[in-house]
Nanobody, 123 residues
């Protein structure tokens, strides 16, 4: 079992920045690829970013590329999502997730999920 706890969400004005954190406990964190997803009201959960087990390989959704960066610190069992130039359309609940194996954009391929953290961007 892997337990994931997100933090760092909040209310920010458009153009602002936030850094989300996801602390993991349980099984060996460095064995898992990690992902960030988000879900806005009335919409499906969508891929934001993912990182491989080592942190050396990442992938970001086109909608956030150049503004968001995923990273991880295996010594701290934590994955981060640094968000810059936030837009109102980034408003959503942000979830981190873990999976054994390669990184993935597909939510159903992730085995463990956090409870989510709300990000609200005002215009």
């Amino acid at each position: 079992q892997v337990q994931l706890v997100e933090s760092g969400g909040g209310l920010v004005q458009a153009g602002g920045s936030l850094r989300l954190s996801c602390a993991a406990s349980g099984r060996t964190f460095s064995s898992y690829a990690m992902g960030w997803f988000r879900q806005a009201p009335g919409k499906e959960r969508e891929f934001v970013a993912t990182v491989d087990y080592s942190g050396s390989d990442t992938d970001h959704a086109d909608s956030v590329k150049g503004r968001f960066t995923i990273s991880r610190d295996n010594a701290k069992s934590t994955v981060y999502l640094q968000m810059y130039s936030l837009k109102p359309e980034d408003t959503a609940v942000y979830y981190c997730a873990a999976r054994l194996g390669w990184r993935s954009r597909v939510p159903s391929e992730y085995e463990y999920w956090g409870q989510g953290t709300q990000v609200t961007v005002s215009s």
